[in-house]
């Protein structure tokens, strides 16, 4: 099982639809998408990154306590995004902008998250069944393969792929050498459970590099676990859709979990409080620059003969999309303070009921005075 | 490779959990068991999980004959890794599950101390309440078993520190009985501190209702001149102590405290504002504990009823030491009394 295979890539850094034993394999489920299926890759895509700029831009003009660019990861991110089904649940890190989004997320709410307005923002159940960022690495692979073995448990698969259930977890290359990653591999190989193991392979956890992290290619560690892993190129969005599309439908239909490690590169910062300039070679950067998977896919999608007019009109639904996320950004306001105490607990607590008391009572009598 | 694995006895054929026969005393353990048993019956989405719950039912049987009344995959074991249980717990509650979660030995929580304090304690905040943690988590806790290293310790503090969970320990077999059946039935998550010493302690259970509701404490014992509050085993070291005191003409007050988070205050301001006296008790390490918390407390909600400091007796504030030297590391009822006739002198 954890033998080197090749590295899928459908789509070539120039363009080029690839026509080799591996890619054909996997030319049928693109074959089966529509022209405008296809097109909507590209508006992710486009979107994506222009409201990754549009939130970098706000922290720097301090609107935001932070901002994890996702510049460079799209086509990882709306492959993947676009393979699922509407009945599966996705538990993110906190990178997957394009992800949040293609689910159903607002992306102010991820905005409200990084200004510190809230520390959750949204429903799962009312957001195409994308959970809360989980800033702590790893940590949401475990809560992933509990509701993975929690559909297992539920016995209510039909084998039908339209309603069949399957979770994805999204984790990156650091994240692969916290504990938590590798207990999350051992409970979803033993209960088999209809879970796809999504790791973003970007080349650097802050300021170390994945070899720091990993001696051998992070795909076939899942073969440890007995788990199948396929490594594809994360910079080609056919090879993330089409990679994923057959992954969760087999983890669905009951062949257990899998892990797929797309190869992608972080090209911002970290963070908007990192400065990569102090350990990455320029060089490296611009290898990875010139496999940017949005200029890839123009140049495939243009060779099909699409026109200038989409792509200007696919611009525009981008600059609109970001300058409507500046101004609801701008159109924030802090909750009240009810906010500390309430939802500590579910049900009644007399500590919470106490304090929030006496801090509407301690603010009264500061007015009361003033 | 070979794709040979080993054959797992989960239908082995073994009695389920047992009807407890009316007005019998029956053992702490085969009380949780009753209860587990219950919860199990009355709501199809509790599960119970852990590391040789299912054939085995524990190390110290209180899951005994479950999994083959309810299932393996009601009642299963877990893969030997703590963050991994509480971590899949959380996405098991997610889906609607109310997981139990059984950690072998107290001091066997660590790994796991993650996932609690950082993500079950808070997901239902971080979800401004939109997502509910029906999660239990059992932990067999405390000395007196003359065990090795990491079995006989008292974490409960770093919980009941943690904004987000409920803390409890039931003292006895009716206590543990349905307070087990509460905890589950909480929609927030409840660390269940088993006082693994009392395990074998047979007591009556009052299968009609429960007494008290979960977050209380109780008098267990009425005095006039000195209050003692503790919780776990150490109620049964109060109540010795308490027995003593009484032989030497003392009057003393047990409170079992049930509830480390939240503590229901109550019962403890009312008992000092007649007696004027506390000696606060635990296996814990003193420094920064849950005893800490309470003398403070009393201290300002109870000023002008005291007539002594606070006093609390408790482990040292030193490693659990090896099993030999156990008993003079934990409280026992001498040092209790030590502390009673301290705060007399006052």
Known sequence: ?370 | MSDESTELLDSVETPGGAEIPVNAEIPLSKALNAGLRKALGDDKRVLLMGEDIGPLGGVFRVTEGLQAEFGSSRVFDTPLAESGIVGTAIGLAMRGYRPVCEIQFDGFIFPAFDQITTQLAKMTNRHEGQVQMPVVIRVPYGGHIGAVEHHQESPEAYFAHTPGLRVVSPSTPNDAYWMIQEAIASNDPVMFFEPKSRYWNKGPVDLSSSAVPLHSSRVVRTGTEVTLVGHGAMVTVLLQAAELAAAEGTSVEVIDLRSISPIDYSPIIESVQKTGRLVVASEAPGFVSVSSEIAATVTERAFYSLEAPVLRVAAFDAPFPPAKLETSYLPDADRVLDAVDRALAY
């Open chain 1, 1 to 370: 099982m954890a033998e080197a295979a090749p590295t899928v890539q459908l789509l070539s850094p120039d363009g080029v639809l690839q026509s080799d034993a591996t890619a054909e394999q996997y030319r049928p489920y693109i074959d089966a998408l529509s022209d405008e299926q296809l097109r909507q890759f590209h508006r992710d895509m486009v979107v994506t990154r222009r409201f990754d700029l549009e939130a970098t831009n706000l922290q720097r003009q301090g609107q935001l306590a932070l901002w994890p660019p996702s510049h460079g990861q799209e086509a990882a991110q709306v492959g993947s995004a676009r393979a699922m089904r509407h009945q599966d649940h996705v538990f993110p890190s906190y990178r997957e902008h394009a992800v949040a989004m293609i689910r159903g997320v607002d992306v102010v709410d991820i905005v409200r998250l990084m200004r510190g307005v809230t520390h959750g923002g949204w429903n799962p159940a009312e957001r195409g069944n994308f959970h809360l960022y989980t800033l702590v690495l790893g940590s949401q692979a475990l809560h992933a393969a509990g509701y993975a073995m929690g559909i297992t448990f539920d016995g209510i698969a039909t084998g039908d792929p339209e309603t069949d259930e399957a979770v994805v977890v999204y984790f990156g290359d650091g994240a692969t050498s916290q504990g938590d990653v590798s207990e999350a591999l051992v409970f979803a190989a033993s209960f088999q459970a209809p879970q796809v193991f999504f790791l973003q392979n970007n080349h650097w956890a802050i300021s170390v590099p994945v070899s720091v992290q990993s001696r051998t290619p992070l795909y076939l560690r899942a073969g440890g676990f007995g788990i199948p892993g396929i490594q594809i190129d994360g910079n080609d969005v056919l090879a993330s859709y089409a990679v994923t599309r057959k992954n969760l439908d087999e983890a669905r239909a009951g062949d257990g979990p899998r892990m797929i490690e797309a190869l992608t590169y972080r090209i911002g910062a970290h963070t908007t409080s990192d400065d990569p300039t102090k350990y990455r070679l320029s060089h490296e950067l611009e290898s990875w620059i010139a496999r940017d998977p949005i200029v890839r896919y123009e140049a495939w999608l243009r060779s099909r003969g699409e026109g200038d007019a989409f792509f200007a009109e696919t611009a525009t639904e981008a600059e609109d999309f970001a300058a409507d996320l500046r101004k609801r950004t701008l159109e924030l306001t802090v909750p009240s303070t009810d906010r500390i105490f309430d939802h500590v607990y579910s049900e009644s607590h007399p500590v919470m009921d106490g304090q929030k008391q006496w801090l509407a009572d301690y603010e009264a009598s500061l007015g009361a005075e003033g």
